[in-house]
């Protein structure tokens, strides 16, 4: 399948994702500007797809090294592509592999984030293309797997940065705290006003005590039909940090 390059926040970054299938969308720039890295924290995306969320962080964080962990070889060819096109070679490392078998030690790691399947399996009607299936359905490893070594991979008291599907917010939480991922910060996203809550943008904690922010709603759009909100466009301009 044909790649093909994406400018991006007004042209501050170049992303390489497949022609067809799935791409990029506005959940991935949501969990981008979720993010808070601190200067010596050792950072992996698990999935990372085409790379976009990483992307936007290393702009937002000019101090930022984040290792990119992915299995499908066709975005591993995206994530190398980006990788050079914006001049990361230093910054963002590309490391093909699969969660359920991680090839790194446990406990690597003070932040983990993801945008990982928001559906089951056997939901829903499937795309034609597999890829596609492969990233919206938890076909490979499903939610209670995914945060099992989320919780091997992050260091006592390291963080677990998500966005994910709201309708299954109250699985999610379970599984995390099963897990000892003690949900911390908590902020719905809402396709307009007076729409429900459509994702949920959340940072868990390893280890950490019962607390739980909840942050104001996130609008994407002013009305139904329509601009995007005042902070949705501001998650769309250039930046120019690094």
């Not at 070889?73 to 699969?98: H, S």
């Not at 938890?138 to 998500?162: A, M, P």
């Not at 719905?188 to 459509?198: F, I, R």
């Amino acid at each position: 399948m044909q790649l093909v390059p994406t400018p991006f926040l007004e042209g501050s970054i170049i992303v390489y994702q497949p022609e067809r299938g799935f791409r990029f969308g506005i959940d991935s720039i949501l969990l981008a500007y979720f993010l808070n890295l601190k200067p010596k924290d050792i950072v992996l995306e698990v999935g990372a797809g085409s790379g976009i969320i990483s992307l936007i962080a290393l702009k937002r964080f000019s101090h930022a090294k984040i290792f990119a962990l992915e299995l499908e070889t066709l975005y591993i060819e995206c994530l190398k592509r980006n990788v050079l096109e914006n001049k990361l070679q230093e910054r963002l490392f590309v490391i093909k592999g699969d969660i359920r078998n991680p090839p790194f030690k446990p406990g690597n790691f003070d932040v983990v984030f993801s945008n990982p399947p928001y559906f089951k399996s056997e939901a829903g009607r499937k795309s034609p293309y597999e890829i596609e299936n492969i990233t919206r359905r938890d076909i490979e490893c499903d939610l209670n797997e995914f945060l099992k070594k989320v919780n091997y991979l992050l260091k006592n008291r390291g963080k677990f940065y998500l966005v994910f599907t709201a309708l299954r917010l109250a699985e999610l939480v379970y599984l995390l705290k099963n897990h000892r991922l003690e949900p911390k910060l908590l902020r719905l996203v809402y396709s307009y006003p007076g729409s429900e809550a459509k994702l949920v943008l959340l940072c868990a904690v390893k280890e950490a005590k019962e607390e739980i922010r909840i942050l104001p709603p996130l609008y994407i759009y002013e009305s139904r039909k329509g601009d995007y909100t005042e902070e949705v466009k501001n998650f769309l301009k250039r930046i120019d940090k690094n």
